[in-house]
């Protein structure tokens, strides 16, 4: 029996100890398994969106240079169309050569523009920027391969056209933006830039060589439009791409070559930007990893073998003392002193038992004073993340029971009661008290230093929502439902006393419950919307919204006052301008435009503005600089205020601009008219004579002669004979009919009568005085 008992003892021994130490080795496998496929997924999917978001800056800076492009190319639709007159059927010669050297100078402004074409249908002529030919008809012109998609209807005026034969180099296809006239003036034709593509595509996308992969653009097409690897290369990986896996937008797949394939869609040209990477070259640099896993995971090994053995010993003591006790029971039947597995050893699992209860409970009052410090170290962030998730919608909506509210409530320390609260949100004004590269962290420290102040005397919590706005969420007492309006203001009076900052607050209604917040924050940005129409620093309750909203009704436009601008500026007459624009202004606020309404219409007038400029042949960057902002201006301005000021300045630098423009002008054609009579008085020449000299019309150089001499064209004429005159009849071999031709009269009596109305004399008696006078002096002389 005893035997048989160490058989028995040795075999369960044995199972138990393969049964645990086979647990282990699966275990850790798995372990090991998992932790490196995780690792590997990690890497694939970091690799795979870093390779997306490469792609989409390329694509994004690639798109802003082809915008830019577009965008010029719309500008040059409204400046042709100013510059091209016609004589007959014919092009003026005038005409030609600015829109020629205007054509020159648009290819400058890009250095991805190639060449530009400018087509005139009616004319059946082409202007080229390209030094080898400026201009040529259509039925002769090399490359015109665009004339037949020209010629086709599209629902878009502007046409990319990529892989088009180049009729100058016929090796290298054309890359091409089309643009068909008009879009403003009534000539028809087309306005071709032909594009660098290969120099736009190196400049962009060949400088990412930290990337692992290969980048392709497509047409829209499917087309192959550049590739960063060799042309084989990049040809064979264009043909094994499957393009029926390329949707719109963006979005990345794994191909059956297990190559990873990302990519992003031009929304403005079609064009897709494709990088394609073998996915054996992303997990190049998992060796290490797998190193690591696998010492790790035979470490585990070894201690799980180690410890299963140690519990199989431990386990089966109780049932080794439980079996010998069984196996010896009856040969020790009537010997009390026998020798059975001693009691101890179940009191030593016990015990073990007890000791590991014991160890796990320290372990977990450990982990909780974990939390509870980290908790107490961070409750302001944690409660700001709190009450953002419930203006967000938290719990997708739904209420959350009372005392999840109240015991989430206790454990951050709301200062809140959820039955009866309002909601103000504030936003600080520009411009802010800071300045200096490190404004925006000042200003922050500003910011949340103002929301420790307040928080500090007010009942509720404050916290912030975004960069630019902070929310206030304030228990209003009973009966008390003017108190958030009261809170309101003197809160904007103390942060304007007390830091020099203007404030604007909306006041919410009053509501009940955490699941209201939402709506409490909804009601608070609809108040902020009338910023617009009623300014900033202001405070903004919920309760004035129903008397500013705007009916529903069809887009308004003030044509009138557009024209009344219009004939302002062109008469540069600043009062009537800034006048007609405050009008527009009240106007947008009388009829309570929506938004939309109003920012449209601003814009529209800012394009009437400067076409005004342009109808006059002013220059933008002499009125507006290199770059113009006021757009910009227009798209930032928060209320009607901002967008009356922005027109105001462009009015005022346009009639600046013309001013001095015309003050200059004036000054030339003054000195240029003065000239020419002095040099030309003794001919047959009136004010019309001069007027075509200077070519001016002859009512503006009347005028202006008038207030620049205070006397008339034909009074300084008549001057300058008159003073010859004076002249020549000092000298006695000359008769009065001879300097009477010579000052360019052909009449003797009409002379006499003039000379006699601006010197007293008539010619005769002038020449007497003047020789007795000098008789005189000569008498006098030898006395």
């Given at each position: 029996?005893?035997?048989?008992?160490?058989?028995?003892?040795?075999?369960?021994?044995?199972?138990?100890?393969?049964?645990?130490?086979?647990?282990?080795?699966?275990?850790?496998?798995?372990?090991?398994?998992?932790?490196?496929?995780?690792?590997?997924?990690?890497?694939?999917?970091?690799?795979?969106?870093?390779?997306?978001?490469?792609?989409?800056?390329?694509?994004e800076l690639i798109h802003k240079e082809l915008t830019a492009i577009k965008y010029n190319a719309t500008g040059m639709i409204a400046t042709q169309s100013y510059l091209y007159q016609t004589k007959g059927s014919k092009l003026s010669v005038s005409?030609?050569?600015?829109?020629?050297?205007?054509?020159?100078?648009?290819?400058?402004?890009?250095?991805?523009?190639?060449?530009?074409?400018?087509?005139?249908?009616?004319?059946?002529?082409?202007?080229?920027?390209?030094?080898?030919?400026?201009?040529?008809?259509?039925?002769?012109?090399?490359?015109?391969?665009?004339?037949?998609?020209?010629?086709?209807?599209?629902?878009?005026?502007?046409?990319?056209?990529?892989?088009?034969?180049?009729?100058?180099?016929?090796?290298?296809?054309?890359?091409?933006?089309?643009?068909?006239?008009?879009?403003?003036?009534?000539?028809?034709?087309?306005?071709?830039?032909?594009?660098?593509?290969?120099?736009?595509?190196?400049?962009?996308?060949?400088?990412?060589?930290?990337?692992?992969?290969?980048?392709?653009?497509?047409?829209?097409?499917?087309?192959?439009?550049y590739s960063d690897a060799e042309p084989a290369a990049g040809e064979s990986l264009h043909q094994r791409i499957d393009l029926g896996r390329l949707s719109a937008g963006s979005g990345s797949y794994i191909d059956d070559s297990d190559r990873i394939v990302s990519y992003t869609t031009s929304e403005l040209t079609g064009w897709r930007f494709v990088d394609i990477t073998e996915r054996s070259v992303l997990l190049q640099g998992m060796d290490r990893i797998k190193t690591i896993v696998a010492t790790v995971a035979a470490a585990y090994l070894i201690a799980a073998i180690a410890i299963s053995f140690y519990l199989s010993r431990r386990l089966y003591r109780p049932l080794q003392s439980v079996i010998?006790?069984?196996?010896?029971?009856?040969?020790?039947?009537?010997?009390?002193?026998?020798?059975?597995?001693?009691?101890?050893?179940?009191?030593g699992f016990i015990r073990h038992r007890f000791d590991t209860m014991i160890r796990n409970w320290e372990t977990l009052m450990k982990e909780k004073r974990q939390v509870d410090s980290l908790l107490t170290d961070n409750r302001t962030a944690i409660k700001e993340k709190y009450l953002n998730d419930l203006i967000q919608g938290g719990n997708n909506g739904e209420r959350s029971p009372e005392g999840n509210a109240n015991q989430a409530a206790e454990l951050l320390g709301l200062r809140l009661d959820w039955d009866r609260y309002a909601m103000l949100t504030l936003e600080l004004e520009e411009p802010y008290p800071v300045k200096g590269s490190e404004g925006i962290f000042h200003f922050h420290l500003l910011r949340y230093g103002l929301m420790d102040e307040l928080g500090a005397d007010i009942d509720g919590e404050v916290f912030a929502k975004d960069d630019k706005r902070t929310v206030i969420l304030l228990s209003v007492p009973k009966e008390a439902d003017d108190y958030p309006l009261e809170q309101a203001k003197k809160l904007k009076q103390h942060v304007l006393s007390r830091y020099g900052i203007s404030v604007t607050i909306a006041v919410s209604r009053i509501y009940t419950g955490e699941q209201s917040v939402l709506s409490a924050y909804e009601d608070t940005i609809e108040a902020l919307n009338l910023k617009m129409y009623i300014g900033k620093g202001e405070i903004l309750p919920y309760a004035i919204i129903e008397d500013w909203k705007a009916e529903e009704e069809a887009y308004y436009y003030p044509y009138e006052l557009e024209t009344r601008l219009q004939q302002a500026l062109l008469q540069t007459d600043k009062e009537e301008c800034f006048k007609t624009i405050r009008q527009i202004t009240q106007t947008a606020i009388d009829k309570k435009l929506g938004k939309a309404n109003i920012q449209q219409l601003y814009f529209q007038l800012s394009g009437e503005i400067v076409k005004t400029l342009v109808q006059t042949r002013g220059d933008m960057s002499a009125v507006f600089g290199d770059r113009v902002a006021y757009t910009e201006l227009l798209a930032r301005a928060e209320t009607l205020y901002d967008m009356e000021q922005c027109l105001v300045e462009m009015c005022d630098r346009i009639i600046d601009y013309h001013r001095e423009k015309r003050s200059k002008m004036t000054d030339v054609t003054l000195q240029l008219a003065t000239d020419y009579m002095a040099a030309n008085f003794n001919k047959n020449i009136s004010v019309d004579t001069v007027a075509e000299h200077v070519q001016r019309s002859s009512s503006y150089l009347s005028r202006i002669f008038k207030e620049a001499t205070g006397m008339t064209v034909?009074?300084?004429?008549?001057?300058?004979?008159?003073?010859?005159?004076?002249?020549?009849?000092?000298?006695?071999?000359?008769?009065?009919?001879?300097?009477?031709?010579?000052?360019?009269?052909?009449?003797?009596?009409?002379?006499?009568?003039?000379?006699?109305?601006r010197t007293g004399l008539t010619p005769g008696q002038y020449r007497q005085q003047q020789a007795a006078d000098k008789l005189h002096s000569q008498v006098g002389g030898h006395s």
């Open positions: 029996m005893p035997g048989n008992r160490s058989i028995k003892h040795n075999t369960m021994f044995v199972k138990l100890l393969l049964t645990l130490t086979a647990i282990a080795v699966i275990t850790v496998a798995l372990i090991a398994t998992v932790t490196y496929s995780i690792s590997a997924d990690n890497s694939i999917q970091n690799a795979i969106a870093y390779n997306e978001s490469i792609l989409t800056q390329q694509q005409s030609l050569i600015d829109l020629t050297g205007f054509v020159e100078e648009q290819k400058k402004i890009s250095p991805y523009i190639d060449s530009i074409y400018l087509y005139y249908a009616p004319l059946e002529l082409v202007l080229t920027s390209r030094p080898e030919i400026k201009t040529s008809p259509i039925s002769t012109f090399t490359d015109r391969s665009w004339l037949d998609i020209w010629s086709k209807q599209s629902e878009s005026r502007t046409t990319w056209i990529t892989g088009r034969p180049n009729g100058f180099a016929p090796d290298h296809p054309a890359a091409t933006l089309l643009q068909k006239m008009p879009l403003i003036g009534q000539v028809n034709g087309a306005i071709v830039i032909n594009l660098k593509l290969d120099l736009l595509f190196d400049d962009y996308l060949s400088h990412y060589h930290n990337k692992k992969g290969t980048t392709l653009v497509l047409g829209p097409d499917s087309e192959l439009l010998s006790y069984i196996g010896a029971s009856e040969d020790s039947r009537r010997d009390e002193t026998g020798s059975p597995d001693p009691a101890g050893d179940e009191a034909g009074d300084y004429l008549i001057q300058l004979r008159i003073k010859r005159a004076m002249e020549l009849l000092q000298q006695l071999g000359l008769s009065i009919e001879e300097i009477c031709k010579e000052i360019g009269y052909a009449n003797v009596s009409y002379f006499n009568k003039i000379f006699k109305t």
